[in-house]
């Protein structure tokens, strides 16, 4: 199994891309082949720096999500939906993320139900957006609470979601809002106008 990129690089999770390049090139650097006369050790070096280079690589594309969190939970079942969400749930569990988000963003709005929150949760997992993959799977969770599908995504994100930093998406580059977002955005500026008025 492939390891957590951030552990990899030895930088906490939304770590600013400074700290991300910087810890890049101090590893670069400590283990460049060149370095080591002997060959074990070149060849050593040699595999350190193709794991370097891939967790740098995977957290530029934003391919994070195996990093953080238990391993136990696998996607969605491929068997469960009908039409578009199978081939949704296809594209997720292949890790073809920009294709299942297309898709979810091509059902109109008055047809999202629970399954539709529940497949936006799991594009937002591959993504490493914990926090909004969180909101998503309590969405679908509410809207059709006997699913175990649903309850087991949202229960492991719940266990995980408080246990790591996770990758947070700045709102307004979202072509998505819901309900959720919205309150959080006006608990912000609520909070920031009573420090500003005291």
């Not at 030895?10 to 101090?26: F, H, N, P, T």
């Not at 953080?68 to 068997?79: D, E, F, L, N, T």
């Not at 700045?170 to 500003?196: E, H």
Request: net charge negative; with cysteine; charged share 25%.
């Amino acid at each position: 199994m492939e390891r957590d990129p951030y552990e990899v690089l030895g930088v906490a999770r939304g770590a600013s891309d400074d700290e991300i390049k910087k810890a890049y090139r101090a590893l670069a650097k400590k283990y460049h082949p060149d370095n080591f006369t002997d060959e074990g050790q070149r060849a050593r070096a040699e595999e350190k720096m193709k794991e370097i280079n891939a967790a740098y690589e995977r957290i530029q594309k934003g391919d994070t999500s195996s990093g953080g969190y238990r391993s136990s939970y696998s996607g969605p079942r491929s068997s469960g939906g009908t039409g578009i969400y199978a081939t949704i749930r296809q594209y997720i569990n292949e890790k073809r993320a920009d294709e299942a988000e297309a898709l979810l963003n091509s059902v109109p709005v008055a047809d999202r139900g629970a399954e539709w929150h529940y497949l936006r949760a799991c594009v937002y997992v591959l993504r490493g957006w914990y926090y909004e993959a969180y909101t998503s799977s309590n969405t679908a969770c509410s809207m059709d609470p006997n699913n175990a599908e649903y309850r087991e995504l949202y229960d492991y994100l719940n266990e995980n979601v408080n246990q790591s930093t996770g990758t947070y998406r700045n709102a307004q580059s979202s072509d998505y809002c819901d309900i959720c977002t919205v309150c959080q955005v006006l608990s912000c500026l609520n909070c920031a106008c009573r420090m500003c008025c005291r």
